[in-house]
């Protein structure tokens, strides 16, 4: 089958590799979509960055994998040939408190393995997943929707959980890129009015607005339009930039008795904590990707709401051209963009 890796220094690597075979408790998809997420860029493609969880073993690349069910190994009751379903990008021990919640993300455990950095990913033709990572997909949902699920929507959908948005929220989200689309589309969706968004790119604001993923969007350096968008201030920010001046912005221009989520991986934080945290009573949370108990929910709240994650893929590439579909996610550009078959 081919396969894709990413040796760092903005190559892709497309070779041709033996297909998986389905040990105990395990399938083997046939992949049909495979996103690229931001993490993939900053911490592999353009360099290897990563130490602990996020460090780069050489494997096949892609961590939003969904795909077709083709075979199940023994012990596999659950799934069968046919089954549609997304993979949770992160294979936990299993026995763990936080692998018991769904959280294996958080999963410490020598075991712990993230599809796309320490196993292989979903650039190829079949991905040999745990049984226990894949989420099966509502008839509603497209196996591009499934891909854009994984991480990007997830770690949306977690984030404003914890923010416990409402009809009642003016939301900022500062930037735009896949995950901010994503935030605005949910919040949305549950119920918030005011959805404020800023970002450097004028592409990607023009796109935010374009999709209804944001009332207003503003400049990221607009001060005065963010007077103007947010006088009272946002009673809930989400960060989705990984920047150390937005998520500043996210902090300074929350009201008191906000609340914050930091998404976005990366920055620096120089702040008055007295002046933008303390004295204002702020709640700020660090949310990293999601569980699979709240992916499922994620599903069936994007079933019954009509609403398809797939909306905010700008470009999609065959596999072939996985390098053609790096540099254009590189680019800072656009939308989410995807791998399909």
């Known amino acids: 089958m081919l396969a894709a890796f990413l040796p760092g220094g903005r190559r892709v690597d497309l070779a041709e590799v033996a297909d998986p075979r389905p040990g105990h408790g395990q399938v083997v ?15 592999i493609y353009r ?36 089954d549609r379903v997304v993979v949770y990008h992160i294979s936990g021990c299993g026995v763990c408190d936080d692998c018991r919640e769904g959280y294996q993300i958080s999963c410490t455990g020598e075991a712990r393995a993230a599809y796309g950095w320490q196993r292989d990913g979903g650039h190829a033709d079949r991905l040999l997943a ?57 919040a949305g969706r549950m119920g918030v009015r005011s959805i404020v968004g800023t970002d450097v790119s004028p592409e990607r604001r023009q796109r935010a607005m374009d999709l209804g993923a944001v009332t207003r969007a503003v400049a990221a350096d607009d001060e005065e339009g963010l007077d103007e968008a947010l006088p009272r201030g946002a009673s809930a920010a989400f960060d989705a930039s990984g920047s150390g001046q937005a998520q500043h912005q996210a902090i300074a221009r929350s009201r008191r008795w906000g609340r914050v989520a930091l998404v976005g991986e990366g920055g620096r934080l120089d702040i008055d904590v007295s002046e933008h945290i303390i004295h204002k009573q702020l709640t700020i949370h660090g949310s990293w990707v999601t569980s699979t108990l709240h992916m499922a929910e994620l599903l069936r709240d994007l079933d019954a709401w009509g609403l398809h994650p797939e909306v905010i893929v700008s470009e999609r590439f065959p596999l072939e051209r996985a390098a053609d579909a ?14 399909v078959w």
């Open 29 to 43: 998809l046939a992949m049909k979509a495979s996103t690229i997420c931001g993490s993939d860029l900053r911490a």
């Open 47 to 82: 360099e290897h960055l990563g130490e602990g969880p996020e460090a780069y073993q050489g494997v096949i690349g892609g961590h939003e994998p969904a795909g077709e069910v083709i075979e199940v190994g023994p012990g596999v009751t659950h799934l069968s040939p046919g």
């Open 326 to 339: 790096y540099a254009a996610a590189d680019s800072g550009r656009l939308g989410k963009v995807a791998v």
């Open 130 to 186: 745990d049984a226990r990572d894949c989420v099966v997909l509502p008839d509603s949902m497209t196996f591009l929707d499934g891909a854009c699920v994984a991480c990007g929507f997830g770690t949306a959908y977690e984030a404003l959980r914890r923010l416990d948005v409402n009809g009642r929220d003016e939301l900022l989200i500062t930037g735009l890129g896949p995950v901010g689309l994503a935030a605005g589309l949910l």
